[in-house]
């Protein structure tokens, strides 16, 4: 019998052949799979320790193909919230993947074999620290640039499909050109 090797002891290369970019058309059960998920952490985290939680990354832009990962934003405080929030949710099931002294991202739904059926990327970060919600509601007020993103995504995916940080990268300057425009255009919204 083969023993999987955990996680935490696996090099990006290993993690990248187990966790492939891959993409999907758009499900309308993100939403609820959001729902669901800011739900139950809102039930462990205590909620003076939460100033707002998002639904953001692709799956939040209607119609547009996404990897079948939900990506959630929770803006805390300060720095003493943000910790207690990780440590919080590491405690009740969530993977912390990274760490920097202001921010910090957790996952669930890896596991040793691949996938979970649902898998979610959790983005703890300061108040204001939220460039996200800005592409997500340009993109969602403005299809034909959604559709433009999707054809770029598309475009990427077989090339960075074991390599998450080329992949992530080579979206960047699109992603920034639109955040700019909507940090201008919705200014004061967030």
């Given at each position: 019998?083969?023993?999987?090797?955990?996680?935490?002891?696996?090099?990006?290369?290993?993690?990248?052949q187990?966790?492939?970019?891959?993409?999907?058309?758009?499900?309308?059960?993100?939403?609820?799979?959001?729902?669901?998920?800011?739900?139950?952490?809102?039930?462990?985290?205590?909620?003076?320790?939460?100033?707002?939680?998002?639904?953001?990354?692709?799956?939040?832009?209607?119609?547009?193909?996404?990897?079948?990962?939900?990506?959630?934003?929770?803006?805390v405080?300060?720095?003493?919230?943000?910790?207690?929030?990780?440590?919080?949710?590491?405690?009740?099931?969530?993977?912390?993947?990274?760490?920097?002294e202001?921010?910090?991202?957790?996952?669930?739904?890896?596991?040793e074999?691949?996938?979970?059926?649902?898998?979610?990327?959790l983005?703890?970060?300061?108040?204001?620290?939220?460039?996200?919600?800005?592409?997500?509601d340009?993109?969602?007020?403005?299809?034909?640039?959604?559709?433009?993103?999707?054809?770029?995504?598309?475009?990427?995916?077989?090339?960075?499909?074991?390599?998450r940080?080329?992949?992530?990268?080579?979206?960047?300057?699109?992603?920034?050109?639109?955040?700019?425009?909507?940090?201008?255009?919705?200014?004061?919204?967030?």
């Amino acid at each position: 019998m083969i023993m999987s090797k955990k996680l935490e002891k696996m090099s990006l290369h290993e993690l990248w052949q187990l966790f492939p970019i891959f993409l999907v058309e758009h499900n309308t059960a993100w939403k609820q799979w959001y729902e669901e998920e800011r739900d139950t952490i809102l039930s462990v985290v205590p909620s003076e320790s939460i100033m707002r939680i998002s639904h953001i990354g692709s799956t939040a832009i209607l119609g547009i193909w996404a990897k079948n990962i939900v990506d959630i934003l929770i803006e805390v405080n300060n720095k003493l919230d943000l910790d207690a929030v990780k440590d919080t949710l590491v405690n009740n099931g969530w993977l912390c993947m990274n760490m920097t002294e202001n921010r910090i991202t957790l996952n669930k739904g890896y596991t040793e074999q691949g996938f979970a059926e649902k898998v979610f990327h959790l983005h703890i970060r300061i108040m204001g620290d939220n460039d996200e919600l800005f592409f997500r509601d340009y993109l969602n007020e403005h299809e034909e640039i959604a559709k433009e993103y999707e054809v770029l995504k598309l475009s990427l995916w077989k090339e960075f499909e074991h390599d998450r940080d080329g992949y992530t990268n080579a979206k960047t300057n699109f992603i920034k050109k639109y955040t700019n425009l909507a940090k201008c255009r919705y200014s004061g919204r967030y």
